[in-house]
């Protein structure tokens, strides 16, 4: 529903405050709830300006689309409502328009925060160790709330959003990434939204080639981004990062994989081997009665029973042994995680990486 006629929706909207007729029953008196016409007109305003941008987490548009329905809103006000309203009404919208700038800047931030720190992240959740975050959200957050309070104060002196762009790509042009210009912001969000990140659950031979597949299409889209130097420099390292980490935790995540598995086929090998045993045992004491009793002859018979009994106690404790040197093996990663770096699994996950980089630069030339 939109804002048109604000002085009837302020009017049909003050009914709610009266309060409801009681709703009457056999058991109990139930009251309708009181709700204020200001929430209802809050919650209008919220809903025009939510409804010019998508859901996207990565979407900027927000700066340019929030100042613009913030003017349409405005103007509606000013039009149609009365003038002892207006005052009160223009104070509910810059309220609504501070809160929904807030939230979307939050969300905003929080997308550039895990693209250029989410490697550190990731190797701190997965214990390999801290690194240094390059990325300052609160500070973003500011900056772009600050942007849009900019938006906000020039919409009404100019006549397109292309001006409006300009405008903003004037006032704002750092190059640090938590005072980044306008237009980078604009444009790494764009990029943001074709990066996503790569899964990792694939095996040790395959992780490498798709990592360099990833690194490589990551990199094009920044390189066409239309980002400033030191902006796309920056991005790029967090590519980087993101890649070497990569590397490191889906080896890790793989490896431990792989010995979870192997020591599930390893206990199914010994139930098995279990099973023959008492199947065994069983067969032995069924020959040692009949021989007993009736004097025949088993002794070839047990005689191969008891090889294979004794064959079989052979494969269990083999079983065991492995059983045990792979627990071994998995505790003392889960203990230490970046002994993975010297694992034979991540140097062919390296390898691949490195031949699988040589071949698409080999291709692009």
Do not use: C
């Not at 790509?169 to 640090?176: C, E």
């Amino acid at each position: 529903m939109k804002i048109n006629g604000l002085q009837n929706f302020i009017i049909s909207s003050s009914n709610v405050n009266q309060k409801m007729p009681a709703i009457q029953n056999q058991k109990e008196t139930i009251f309708q709830p009181v709700v204020s016409s200001n929430a209802f007109i809050k919650y209008e305003f919220r809903n025009r300006l939510q409804s010019t941008i998508n859901d996207s987490k990565y979407d900027a548009s927000f700066l340019i689309n929030f100042a613009n329905a913030y003017k349409n809103i405005k103007e509606e006000i000013t039009n149609s409502t009365d003038p002892k309203e207006q005052e009160a009404m223009l104070a509910m919208l810059d309220e609504v328009y501070d809160e929904t700038v807030q939230e979307k800047a939050k969300q905003l931030a929080s997308t550039f925060e895990y693209f250029f720190d989410g490697s550190s992240k990731m190797e701190a959740s997965y214990r390999f160790g801290s690194k240094e975050e390059v990325f300052d959200q609160k500070a973003f957050i500011n900056h772009l709330v600050e942007i849009a309070n900019e938006a906000k104060k020039h919409i009404g002196s100019v006549s397109s959003n292309d001006q409006l762009e300009n405008k903003l790509a004037a006032l704002f042009q750092g190059d640090s990434l938590e005072k980044m210009g306008y237009r980078d912001i604009k444009n790494l969000s764009a990029a943001l939204q074709q990066i996503s990140t790569p899964s990792l659950w694939a095996k040790t031979s395959n992780l490498g080639r798709k990592l360099a597949e990833w690194n490589e299409r990551a990199e094009n889209i920044l390189q066409s981004s239309d980002l400033s130097d030191t902006v796309k420099e920056k991005a790029k390292k967090a590519v980087t990062d993101s890649t070497e980490t990569y590397k490191k935790v889906g080896t890790y995540i793989q490896t431990l994989h792989t010995y979870r598995q192997s020591m599930e086929e390893k206990f199914e090998e010994l139930r098995k081997a279990q099973l023959e045993i008492e199947r065994i045992e069983k067969q032995l004491e069924e020959i040692h009665k009949k021989m007993k009793n009736n004097k025949i002859d088993y002794m070839s018979f047990l005689t191969t029973l008891l090889e294979r009994q004794q064959s079989l106690q052979v494969t269990s404790k083999g079983i065991v042994d492995s059983l045990n040197v792979l627990k071994e093996k998995k505790e003392k990663l889960v203990n230490d995680p970046s002994i993975i770096l010297d694992s034979d699994e991540y140097k062919e996950v390296q390898k691949n990486y490195e031949n699988s980089k040589k071949k698409n630069e080999a291709f692009d030339n």
